[in-house]
């Protein structure tokens, strides 16, 4: 039996990505193997897919740094077969291979087992970019942050990990400032719940080393300048959670937002994430997830697709969710 996956190979220009035909024998090692129903495309996706960052640390690799499926067989005394299983990070698409295949092996130590209420689908509309979203929102409650204390900023409001951030914020009953380059999504982000839209170059920009305070708390997913930005222009007391890098990896920031208004920066991982948090944001997606407004963020393609999906969320012409149907 053989089944389809995308798989980068190392060549003599750097490296490439196609579909192809591979076998069981050929999968990793592991003690879950996994028939996959379903994955995502999010942007470190897209820079696997292109070779332009330096992701993939062994060749050859099946892509996709998420997955959901069945589990066919089990050595793992957490799961046996027919359980449905999600998983993200841990390496996948880079030191082992992902969610881009119809089959998978890996650690049970890395699976959770699909929260009630959420299918495999939704699952993976949810994805690496909505659970980053939720441990962002947990990051700010555990900082103390609440809606009553003022608007939340929401960089690249208009991708994946930004529409699910504008949602669950908005659901929460935050006022939502969302920011965003592209101003033809302004509808998009009102409906999942957006009061305010503002256009990124407000951010994006060298800016001053302290500004007006506009913003209780934020969640950056762009990072550089407009996290140092949003820093700059957080109230006194206030917090922003910082979980990406769409603009660049610098920070260009003072310490004045850390020294004059006591503002906190809150790094938040997806890969390496204990799994108790996992767990805890995985439940709070289950409950908390407007399943209307996911439906709206999200779009669906087959695995042949993730190519074309890839160039364009590393453009920034991915509103939203992708999910990949593999079967």
Not at 53 to 69: C, E, H, N, Q
Not at 114 to 120: E, R, S
Request: net charge neutral.
């Amino acid at each position: 039996m053989t089944f389809r996956a995308v798989r980068i190979d190392k060549t003599d220009g750097g490296q490439e990505a196609r579909l192809v035909e591979m076998g069981d024998d050929e999968l990793m090692d592991g003690d879950v193997t996994i028939r996959l129903t379903h994955s995502t495309v999010n942007y470190k996706d897209g820079l696997v897919l292109s070779g332009k960052s330096a992701i993939v640390s062994r060749f050859p690799m099946v892509a996709g740094i998420d997955l959901a499926g069945i589990v066919e067989s089990s050595s793992h005394p957490g799961f046996g077969a027919g359980d449905e299983v999600i998983a993200n990070g841990y390496g996948l698409s880079q030191t082992h291979f992902g969610g881009y295949a119809q089959k998978a092996r890996v650690k049970g130590e890395w699976l959770l087992k699909l929260p009630a209420g959420l299918t495999g689908a939704l699952a993976m509309a949810i994805g690496t970019a909505g659970y980053t979203a939720m441990l962002c929102v947990l990051a700010l409650e555990r900082q103390g942050m609440a809606p009553g204390q003022g608007p939340v900023l929401v960089t690249g409001a208009a991708g994946g990990v930004g529409s699910v951030a504008v949602s669950l914020l908005a659901s929460a009953g935050w006022k939502v400032i969302a920011s965003t380059g592209r101003s033809d999504e302004a509808g998009y982000l009102r409906e999942l719940g957006a009061a305010e839209i503002i256009d990124r170059a407000e951010l994006s920009a060298p800016g001053r080393p302290i500004g007006k305070e506009r913003w209780a708390a934020g969640v950056d997913s762009v990072g550089s300048h407009t996290l140092a930005n949003a820093l700059a222009q957080t109230r006194y007391g206030g917090a922003v959670a910082a979980c990406g890098l769409a603009g660049g990896m610098d920070l260009p920031v003072t310490v004045m937002p850390f020294i004059l208004r006591g503002v906190q920066l809150l790094g938040v991982d997806s890969v390496n994430c204990p799994m108790p948090r996992r767990v805890e944001a995985w439940g709070r997606l289950a409950r908390d997830i407007d399943r209307e407004k996911l439906a709206r963020m999200t779009q669906t393609i087959p695995l042949a697709g993730v190519f074309e999906a890839g160039a364009r969320i590393l453009e920034g012409k991915v509103r939203g969710r992708l999910v990949v149907e593999l079967e």
